[in-house]
């Protein structure tokens, strides 16, 4: 297995655009994170997913993200209108199952100018 | 508000002395596991502890679990510049399922 697979690497966009964040588990894995890390604020969780249902959405900072997972093998981080305060790397990261250890992807490392 | 906390934030030693990085929790814990973070990278896992009191050693890394299963530690012995990176504590807080909650992390620099 490749592991998981982010994409986009890096994004650069201006202030006001919507950026989507792309994210591909390991096959099997039955959850899914997504993680923000600043070094202000370190590895936040913003939200996962259970057999591709969101199970808590509780660190999502705002209305302006959001998530989904219509299958299991695919996932998105939508950030619409997207500020510079969203500035930061993107981690997303699958795991087999409840006690299991998570597997991180490389990262979307996003900046909003 | 962050309720996985890291000590120290930060620290720089030579190589062969050692480390220890310090998690602690307000809740109880389900389980802890550790991960490294190198510059640039993304976190992989190292370990995982379950029970009260447990001790892992992975060759010159040691993991403890406290009696309580509200804090954890990382020694590192005699360090190497291979060793540098961020450790990150992550833990399952009692009652939160499977949400996996990082500590705030400790970033080591070793140098020759």
């Known amino acids: 297995d490749a592991g998981v697979i982010q994409s986009p690497r890096h994004e650069v966009t201006e202030m006001g655009q919507e950026v989507t964040l792309r994210c591909k588990p390991i096959?099997?894995?039955?959850?899914l994170f997504w993680y923000r890390q600043t070094m202000m604020r370190g590895l936040e969780l913003l939200i996962y997913?259970?057999?591709?249902?969101?199970?808590?959405d509780s660190g999502m900072p705002e209305d302006r993200f959001s998530a989904k997972m219509p299958n299991a093998s695919f996932s998105t981080l939508k950030i619409q209108p997207s500020e510079p305060r969203d500035s930061a790397v993107y981690f997303c990261?699958?795991?087999?199952?409840?006690?299991?250890?998570?597997?991180f992807g490389q990262g979307t490392r996003l900046t909003v100018v | 508000g962050q309720q996985v906390m890291q000590i120290p934030q930060y620290q720089h030693v030579q190589e062969g002395e050692d480390f220890t990085t310090y998690c602690n929790s307000s809740?109880?814990?389900?389980?802890i596991q550790w991960y490294k973070q190198r510059p640039g990278g993304h976190p992989v896992f190292l370990i995982q502890?379950?029970?009260?009191?447990e001790v892992k050693k992975q060759k010159r890394l040691t993991f403890q679990f406290g009696e309580a299963k509200k804090n954890s530690s990382l020694h590192i012995t005699a360090t190497q510049t291979t060793d540098v990176g961020t450790y990150f504590c992550a833990g399952r807080l009692a009652g939160t399922a499977s949400k996996l909650t990082f500590g705030t992390g400790t970033r080591l620099q070793v140098t020759l």
């Open positions: 809740t109880t814990l389900s389980n």
């Open positions: 096959s099997g894995h039955d959850y």
């Open positions: 997913f259970n057999n591709n249902v969101p199970i808590d």
């Open positions: 990261a699958s795991m087999a199952g409840w006690g299991a250890e998570a597997f």
């Open positions: 502890l379950v029970k009260s009191g």
